[in-house]
């Protein structure tokens, strides 16, 4: 047996390339929200990989786009910052683009800039043919020293074990960080507001989803008369709009139903207790751009 290995590692890419997906599959777990839509998510999120031999600390981040409010502006600057941090990088990018776009040049700059060891992840090959790869990896390969190539379908868990173990071999020896019983350091009030915003995001269209955030107002443990835990939690959605509030709520209150019911069931499964959801909608027009609200997305020192 070797020496403990251990150490932190930052996932870096384009909106919707699959970090989260990626991230989820690496720890086996859900850690963090993945939809359809670009922007999901909006904050640094940790997750820890625990063995035996290892602890490996691994962030997913929000995806590098071209930011439109602070809230972007945050997003964007989490992402980037992180990379000077971590002992590796993962860096996600798509099967399916055929030359190196805009998004992808502007995160290798930064690689280029941190010199950190970087494995190319290519993401979503169950969408294309194996021989297309091949070009794409020596377009990338022509621009850094990667330390690895590893195609994977984050979706079909295909090429995880492999970024597993090109990142072991990158790992230094280190301690034990955080408590091996742990796989995130979110809290539970941030794994709360993060389903409710997935449901939000996959029932809701257009702007309307981007422009919520979410807020536990409260949340208490109880007994229920049987002698069974349950926690009661109240939520607020806030929106930008009040036309938004009225798309969320549905006719008769049947989306917000909606959006709640699917959130307390995924909570319920994560959490291990009962949940008594109560979801609310309220109106804070251009939160985006208020500091007040968009510090609560800067990132948390280590
Ligand atoms: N076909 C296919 N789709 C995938 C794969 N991995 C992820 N996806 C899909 O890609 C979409 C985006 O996935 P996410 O994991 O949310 O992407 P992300 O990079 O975290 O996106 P942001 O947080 O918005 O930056 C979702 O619809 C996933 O289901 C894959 O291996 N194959
Ligand atoms: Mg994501």
């Known amino acids: ?5 251990s150490g932190f590692v930052s996932i870096i890419g384009r909106t919707n390339v699959g970090k989260s997906t990626l991230i989820n ?3 086996k777990e859900k850690v963090a929200i993945t939809t359809a839509k670009p922007q999901t998510t909006r904050t640094a999120i940790r997750a820890i990989l625990n063995d035996d031999n290892y602890q490996i600390i691994i962030t997913d981040t929000p995806g590098i786009h071209k930011p439109k409010s602070k809230l972007g502006e945050v997003m964007v600057d989490t992402a980037f910052t992180m990379l000077s941090e971590v002992d590796a990088i993962l860096f996600v990018v798509e099967a399916t683009s055929e030359d190196i776009g805009k998004g992808d040049q502007l995160i290798l700059d930064r690689i280029k800039e941190v010199k950190k060891p970087t494995i190319l992840v290519i993401n979503k090959i169950d969408l294309v043919k194996k021989e297309s790869l091949l070009n794409l990896i020596s377009k990338f390969n022509e621009q850094y020293d990667f330390s690895a190539v590893v195609p994977i379908s984050a979706e079909k868990k295909e ?6 173990d090109e990142l072991l071999k990158i790992m230094p020896v280190g301690p034990v960080y955080y408590d091996p019983e742990e796989y995130t350091d979110q809290t539970a009030r941030q794994i709360v507001e993060e389903v409710i915003r997935e449901k939000a995001l996959k029932f809701l269209d257009d702007e309307v989803p981007h422009g919520i955030y ?3 107002e409260s949340y ?6 049987k002698g069974e835990d349950i926690v009661d939690i109240d939520v607020t959605i806030y929106c930008q709009r009040e036309s938004h509030k009225g798309i969320i709520i549905g006719k008769g209150g049947n989306l917000l139903k909606k959006i709640a019911t699917y959130s307390r069931q995924d909570i319920e499964k994560i959490l291990g207790t009962k949940v008594n959801l109560k979801v609310w909608v309220k109106v804070k027009e251009d939160w985006q751009d208020k500091d007040s609200v968009v510090n609560k997305f800067k990132m948390k020192k280590q």
Not at 159 to 164: A, Q, S
Not at 220 to 225: N, P, Q, Y
């Open 1 to 5: 047996m070797g020496d403990f290995k």
């Open 25 to 27: 599959s690496l720890v």
């Open 159 to 164: 090429g995880i074990e492999k970024v597993l």
């Open 214 to 216: 979410i807020e536990v």
């Open 220 to 225: 208490k443990e109880r007994k229920t008369s």
